[in-house]
């Protein structure tokens, strides 16, 4: 089938990223188009893989991996001015290393800022933003059913902020942004299915180039 990495030229290889709000289907778009495209996707596996390659636990790399609070932001950005490098810095460079590593051959990955570090490595990327609005995103919260004990609005806007804080402070740029995006999507709008089916349109004849 075309659009395999087996059957993909070395030299013309491409990653799709997928940066997302919280509750915009991220993790099941990236699930749905590795079936219907055939190859590999990248989310939780990123905890694993950093974990190994940085040496902190994966419950660090779970917890510092891809959120950082403003407190935390202040507090990360004394310590570095200094020659210690805190947890935050050390789990980037790590998971950074892990990006390059895995763009090696075609491949989708969902976050951890890999839109930004692939196109300053010179990886060519097709970038995705979904997005949707409060009320279909809570709903998929609701199911995802994540926020333990927390109020669930307070949850996503709480992971919201903590991932666009975490963006800002290692790539320089403000997620969400279309400027950094080849396609940004309302899941909402044009629900999950037809977002899929979108993207497999046109995935399918820019692998095969």
Known sequence: MKGTVENLKEETYM???????YGAYGRSVAKAL?????IEYYDVDFVRMTAKKSGYSEEDVSREGETLSAGSRFINSFL?????????DEIFLAQKEVVLELAKKTCIMVGRCSNIILREAG????DVFLHADHDFRKAHAMELNE???????RYMDR???????????YTG???GNYHDYDLSID???IGFDRTVELLVSLLKDMLAD
């Open 80 to 88: 570095s001015t200094s020659a210690y490098n805190s947890s935050y």
């Open 15 to 21: 990653v799709i990223t997928i940066s997302r709000e």
């Open 173 to 175: 740029h403000e997620m």
């Open 123 to 126: 990886v060519r990327t097709f």
């Open 187 to 189: 899941v909402g709008k």
């Open 34 to 38: 590795s079936k219907r495209l055939g």
């Open 159 to 169: 992971c919201d902020h903590w991932r666009k804080t975490y963006y800002r402070a």
């Open 147 to 153: 926020y333990g004990k927390v109020d669930v609005d």
